[in-house]
């Protein structure tokens, strides 16, 4: 079944999709094969669930640079992937359908401008921009008539240009309160707004700012998007997510809400406000009613996503998750609103749950192996991305009867297909305090048995981030083991999946159970025939970091090398430096000058910089001078101190990379170096 597609540039006829052949010497994975995959986004469905709508992304190493096509492909598993798109080297993005069944997505006119909303028709042709769109950062179509609701930046704020424009080549900021930094973003006196205009051929006419004046974002910022919005089925409100605090008090809570605005009166309702904690990504129902999803408390950003729903003509409000342990990542509704299906983690596996709205039963649909990141409803289907550690996203079409899962995407089977992958072994080891632990234990390709192989242990970073089946170009399990290493990822205390006692032990207890977790897996693996006890190394990022900073002042001689990238080193510090300030009172139990908080002054107790009395072991720092979130300073401080300590060290420092190393040749340097180091030491 395949048909061909109209290019929306030019009108040229396209071609059916062919995946590129990457080169893979000998069947190594490396990190030039990793870039060199297609990466595959979110689907879209059509109105008549015929078809769904995605983009894969290609880097080009040489030029530094990743675009985004978008891609068509039917939903019953039958057909072939159609390209749509040929940006001529502009990416295409947030890829939608209208509801007349045209497609709509963002990309700028020119090299020089802006990305604006583009609509084209089902097959691709006749692509227009559309005049008024430019700066849009999001879109969403109303159900049933020709409005959009988008999101664009809008300045409020002054700057020192404002101020003195007789000094138009000064350089500096002048700061206030706090929130003036966010993970890799400096506040520039924009703030993000719901627009809702009508699209009118190629022009958007009447457009209003439902948020005119106020100096709050919606979408949230830095990663909310337009799952942060929903139209009501009559097209006559929509409602959006915003916390509407501005500075100190931005910087302490997670208090989120849900506000609906009537086009028809013009006045914005909240209608979570006894809620204190976040409540995102709304949806409404035929009824009118509306869900969401809500934490419980306050400046607890790793609390329990619940789904909620509101009678709006009643009032009546109800948790539908009552009693469950699971933790919410995203839902969808299915079109009578009767059943709900969401994504949450279960014993280190996101799968795809379902939960009757009536009865509140929940069940798992899915059972295998895998993380699901996205869902979208295809008639009796629901179409979702899908990872394992040795497979990148593709888009499975999952039946709501059984759960069975078919790849329709296969958008790198070629290049799978010729790589050596190792496996992944499931063990639950009993931790210090008698509990079971599940730990992944990652196993080189060709594994022998017989022979005795350099072992890394994962610390992961969060740090409540459930070490699942997840696909990363940066932390990738399949990577470390092409290498000749295994590797021990425990799901240590302080992760979701294993039910709430678990996941929040970790809170005001940095330093204390979850290290010993570490040790117990690493002490169990390492017991192994096949691992070199004498070859050991710990690594981690973020509250990873953390852990191996820790860890370096605790280990008894365990590891050979240690690896941090963008890791806590002094608490004192990073609670005053840090941007969420919610985040270290909630996890620290307050501020290190409070002597009377027992808590607070027992959190601060186990800061790292504290045991570098005990530091003996070879280590490298990575940090990136966009962290904002645990700003270099920290990393600068670990290398110092390790080189005044006579210990060999190396400090990898990025000035144009975040809390991350995303740029393309930037993570290909990243994975050279960390390899090189860990083989200095380990083999």
């Not at 629901?382 to 078919?406: H, N, W």
């Not at 992760?495 to 979850?514: K, R």
Request: charge should be negative; include cysteine; charged fraction near 20%.
């Amino acid at each position: 079944m395949t048909s061909s597609f109209s290019s929306c540039d030019n009108n040229d006829k396209s071609s059916l999709w062919s995946e590129p052949d990457v080169d893979v010497p000998g069947g190594h994975f490396s990190p030039e094969v990793m870039w060199k995959m297609g990466a595959v986004g979110a689907p879209a469905v059509s109105p008549d669930a015929k078809r769904a709508l995605f983009t894969i992304s290609y880097t080009d190493i040489a030029a530094d640079k990743t675009t985004t096509e978008l891609y068509t492909i039917p939903t019953d598993g039958n057909g072939h992937i159609e390209q749509l798109t040929n940006g001529n080297g502009l990416s295409s993005s947030a890829p939608a359908f209208l509801p007349d069944g045209r497609i709509a997505f963002l990309r700028p006119k020119d090299k020089d401008s802006e990305d604006c909303l583009w609509v084209a028709n089902p097959d691709g042709s006749d692509a227009k921009p559309i005049a008024n769109s430019e700066g849009i950062d999001g879109f969403l179509f109303a159900p049933c008539d020709s409005r959009v609701a988008f999101v664009r930046s809008v300045k409020l704020d002054t700057d020192i240009h404002d101020l003195y424009p007789d000094l138009p080549k000064a350089n500096a900021r002048i700061e206030t309160d706090l929130m003036y930094r966010h993970w890799n973003q400096w506040a520039d006196g924009k703030y993000s707004h719901v627009f809702i205009a009508e699209l009118s051929g190629d022009k958007l006419l009447n457009v209003k700012d439902i948020m005119e004046g106020e100096r709050f974002h919606s979408p949230l910022r830095p990663f909310g998007g337009v799952e942060q919005l929903a139209w009501s089925p009559d097209a006559q409100s929509i409602a959006y997510t915003s916390k509407k605090l501005q500075g100190k008090e931005s910087a302490l809570s997670t208090n989120s809400d849900i506000y609906i605005y009537s086009l028809n009166s013009g006045e914005t309702v909240n209608i979570s406000a006894p809620n204190a904690g976040y409540d995102t990504n709304p949806a409404f129902a035929p009824d009118g009613s509306i869900f969401w999803l809500s934490m419980e408390h306050d400046g607890y950003e790793s609390d329990r996503n619940r789904i909620f729903h509101k009678n709006l003509n009643t009032g009546a409000l109800e948790d539908l998750t009552v009693g469950s342990e699971l933790y919410v990542d995203q839902f969808a509704l299915s079109p009578d609103a009767k059943t709900i299906w969401f994504i949450a983690d279960e014993n280190a596996r996101d799968a795809i749950f379902q939960l009757d709205v009536a009865s509140r039963d929940i069940k798992r649909l899915t059972a295998d192996t895998a993380d699901y990141t996205s869902l979208a409803i295809a008639a009796d289907n629901i179409l979702a991305t899908r990872t394992s550690m040795f497979t990148p996203p593709d888009i499975f079409r999952v039946s709501t009867a059984d759960g069975k899962a078919q790849n329709i995407t296969n958008a790198n089977a070629r290049t799978l297909a010729k790589l050596k992958m190792g496996r992944a072994e499931e063990r639950w080891i009993t931790t210090t305090d008698g509990k079971k632990m599940l730990t992944w234990v990652i196993l080189p390709p060709d594994f022998d048995k017989n022979k005795k192989y350099p072992a890394l242990l994962y610390c992961q970073g969060g740090p409540q981030s459930t070490v699942s089946q997840f696909w990363s170009r940066r932390w990738n399990f399949a990577l470390m083991a092409s290498n000749g290493y295994v590797v021990i990822a425990p799901n240590r205390r302080g992760l979701p999946g294993f039910g709430v006692e678990w996941n929040e032990q970790i809170s005001m207890d940095y330093g204390g159970q979850n290290m010993k977790d570490y040790l117990s897996a690493v002490d169990t693996i390492s017991a192994e025939p096949f691992v070199d006890s004498e070859r050991l190394g710990c690594v981690g990022a973020s509250y990873g970091g953390f852990s191996v900073y820790w860890l370096a002042g605790h280990h008894q001689k365990r590891f050979k090398a240690f690896l941090a990238h963008c890791g806590i080193f002094n608490l004192e510090q990073l609670y005053s430096t840090t941007e969420e300030l919610f985040f270290t009172n909630w996890d620290l139990g307050g501020p290190y000058w409070d002597k009377d908080n027992a808590v607070a002054q027992a959190s601060f107790a186990n800061s790292p910089h504290l045991f570098v009395a005990q530091w003996d072991t070879p280590i490298m720092v990575v940090h990136g001078d966009k962290d904002f979130r645990i700003p270099y300073t920290q990393g600068m401080g670990a290398f110092n101190v390790a080189r005044m300590k006579g210990l060999d060290a190396q400090f990898l420092y990025f000035p144009d990379e975040c809390h991350w190393v995303s740029h393309p040749q930037n993570s290909i340097l990243w994975h050279r170096e960390f390899y090189r180091w860990l083989d200095r030491w380990l083999k």
